[in-house]
């Protein structure tokens, strides 16, 4: 079976890269511009070591507004997933005193430690190290760079938050495949939907109780890579706090193919925050649709003393809250209680109560499900609609 997957991949990759090559090269034939970017994505920081992700691109152009058509949106989902890679380019990142050269992959991606020369202030949450394009095997107009944003705990923070994104911070009908089908191709940042409440119920917990805290957040989902501008996109036009995105690349190459599935992905990239930060405890805040408790269960046991509480958005059926009670009833021995809430307020009221969050911001986080909740229901009528217009 292995020698099968190793030939899978070997013919899959082959085929990326070379079909990747020749639309580069028809259009440097055909004298069309090459517009090369440099896509960075949010990541994170020690006192002595920024890691550093991205992706170098063909520039698709894309551009939203909260006036565009069913088809533009299908149109910007398709430039998404069609990108086209610049493999072997050469880079440079740039930050206070130290340099660092390295190149992208043949999927166009760069992820790779820098050893700071001198430790990060402790005060400030994010920083802005400097990735400058040197050499590429396609002509591009220089300097090109960007700038790459950075996060780490400043010394104020009490705890960190690990957070899933689809059905838990955005709204995907993952139970539905009509209705998820037409949320992930037909829409976009502006009129993709979060969950009722999030963003004033994640801003009270990265406030934390002093109000001041500056609390990490982090986001892991499934979802892959070509889609982080559009949930970079969502988090800022719907003024959900911002924080490092750890998303999943699907690809021929480094077996992505069958490996770092839900089940695998999570768990590995929580560690990889839990090691990264040991003098840091967490919450954790997931759903019931996939296997969020059963992961963070198991990250509970994995790591005793250092999860201060799961919530967990409830999405499924009531065989499913069920499991879920279960799952809850299996931890409480570890003395984290894993929470089943119907919403952001319902698991903010037990973060006031443990001391996680100011009470003050109950009223506004209310007050923001409400709002959220209003323009849920006007919107799932026109979904329904549109999915009865296809049939």
């Known amino acids: 079976m292995e020698d099968w997957k190793k030939i899978f991949y070997k013919i899959g990759n082959t085929s990326e890269s070379y079909f990747d090559s020749l639309k580069l090269r028809l259009r440097q034939r055909l004298g069309l511009h090459l517009n090369i970017q440099i ?15 991205g992706r170098v691109l063909l520039n698709k152009n894309i551009e939203i507004s909260d006036r565009d058509t069913l088809w533009k949106n299908l149109h910007n989902t398709y430039k998404r997933i069609s990108s086209v890679e610049v493999a072997g380019a050469k880079l440079k990142v740039k930050f206070s005193d130290t340099e660092h050269e390295f190149f992208s992959d043949e999927d166009g991606y ?15 949450l994010w920083h802005h190290p400097l990735i400058e394009l040197m ?32 059905d838990t911070v955005l709204t995907t009908h993952a139970q539905s495949l009509l209705k998820s089908a037409y949320m992930t191709f ?13 963003s004033e119920f994640y801003h009270a ?7 001041a805290e500056e609390n990490p957040i982090f986001y892991v989902s499934s979802s892959p890579w070509n889609l982080y501008d559009l949930l970079v996109d ?62 963070y269960a198991e990250v509970i046991k994995e790591f005793p003393g ?20 279960n799952i809850s009833d299996g931890i409480l021995h570890h003395k984290v209680e894993m929470i089943l809430a119907e919403n952001s307020y319902s698991a903010a009221e037990h973060a006031a109560s443990k001391g996680f969050i100011n009470p003050e911001m109950l009223p506004l986080i ?22 009865r217009k296809q049939d």
Do not use: C, W
């Open 39 to 53: 896509v960075t994505y949010m990541t994170y920081a020690t006192s002595h070591e920024l890691y550093i992700r």
């Open 110 to 124: 760069f992820e790779l430690p820098v050893k700071l020369k001198n430790p990060l202030p402790q005060e400030e």
């Open 135 to 166: 050499e590429s095997p396609f002509p591009f107009v220089q300097p090109l760079h960007a700038r790459a944003e950075v996060m780490t705990p400043p010394s104020t923070a009490k705890f960190g938050v690990i957070s899933d994104i689809d």
């Open 186 to 198: 037909m829409n976009n940042a502006y009129s993709r939907l979060p969950f009722q409440g999030v």
């Open 205 to 211: 917990l990265q406030k934390g109780i002093s109000g």
């Open 234 to 295: 969502f988090l800022e036009i719907n003024k959900i706090p911002k924080g490092p995105l750890f998303l999943k690349d699907y690809g021929f190459t480094h077996n992505k193919l069958f490996t770092e599935s839900h089940g695998v992905h999570k768990p590995k990239q929580i560690r990889n925050i839990l090691n990264a930060y040991p003098h840091l405890n967490f919450i954790l805040i997931g759903d019931s649709g996939q296997h969020d408790p059963e992961i």
């Open 306 to 325: 250092r999860i201060l509480a799961s919530y967990i958005r409830d999405v499924s059926v009531d065989e499913r809250d069920i499991e879920v009670k």
């Open 366 to 387: 209310m007050a923001d499900k409400k709002a959220d909740e209003a323009h849920l229901n006007s919107t799932e009528k026109i979904i329904e609609e549109e999915i």
